[in-house]
């Protein structure tokens, strides 16, 4: 993906008046904004755009082509699978929640929601696009020695060390790419929401606010978790790479 792509957002609303807000409030944060009116014209937008997207932002209920429609196009187009999408929806039915978020939504806001809310959410979504490139940057630029590794136990315990991790273990893997960033997720979530105990709903407040980071940092802190380490283990065979990762946490149902 182009790096022109890091402050434009495709924004998706059959609402004209929906269009005209979320542009105003987006373009004044200094994002670059492309409007479409349904799933379909979204579609061909993405199709044709060469510069590309740091992340789009999805009206569910639309005609022609829903946002769940749009979703699992996206999620299966190799090209834009990894483009974080925000869903925003006038139902706050929590079945509809999981549904978007399960079919691989990056969050979703409910309607109607404040114009700090959307900014933020806006922020961290492009962030997690940024850092995505970077990983896959950073990836292509490495040679393929970490191929030779067969198998390890690492422990981590912070943000950083969860990313070193993620670099060198992608590296050991065929796809490197590919791998990253399920395997970063994974080995963030076992940070956060294992080790740190940092819900989902809590983690929500934190992006809203644009404490996410701090509060992380603050709990490596605390007595209370700072001991705590997470590990993964990398065991390699002529079939398959096989990678199994642990926190201390409580988990979680």
């Known amino acids: 993906m182009d790096s022109n792509s890091q402050n434009r957002v495709l924004i998706v609303d059959d609402e004209p008046f929906n269009l005209e807000i979320l542009s105003e409030h987006l373009a004044d944060a200094g994002y670059e904004t492309v409007t479409a ?7 061909e937008i993405l199709q044709h755009d060469e510069q590309g997207f740091a992340t789009i932002l999805l009206d569910r209920m639309m005609p022609r082509m ?17 483009i974080p999408v925000i869903m925003q929806t006038a139902v706050g039915a929590a079945e509809n929640v999981r549904e978007g978020l399960a079919a691989g939504a ?23 696009h940024k850092d995505r490139q970077q990983l896959e940057d950073q990836i292509a630029m490495h040679a393929d020695s970490y191929r030779l590794l067969i198998n390890g136990e690492f422990h981590f315990r912070t943000l950083d060390e969860a ?51 701090d509060e992380v940092e603050t709990r490596l802190e605390n007595p209370q978790y700072a001991a705590r380490k997470a590990k993964v283990k990398f065991i390699a065979d002529e079939d398959a790479i096989q990678l199994h990762i642990s926190d201390e946490g409580a988990g979680f149902d």
């Not at 990056?106 to 997690?128: H, N, S, T």
Request: charged share 20%; proline share 4%.
């Open 37 to 43: 009116e349904d799933g379909e014209a979204a579609w």
């Open 66 to 82: 829903d946002g769940m429609q749009v979703l699992a196009k996206l999620k299966q187009h190799p090209d834009f699978q990894h």
């Open 106 to 128: 990056y969050y979703y806001l409910i309607k109607p929601f404040q114009r700090e809310m959307l900014l933020a959410i806006v922020a961290a979504a492009v962030g997690f």
């Open 163 to 213: 990313r070193q991790l993620t670099l060198m273990l992608s590296r050991a893997c065929p796809e490197p790419q590919r791998v990253a960033m399920g395997l970063s997720e994974l080995l963030i979530n076992a940070i956060e929401h294992g080790n740190l105990a940092i819900s989902y709903a809590e983690k929500s407040k934190l992006l809203q606010a644009g404490r996410w980071q």
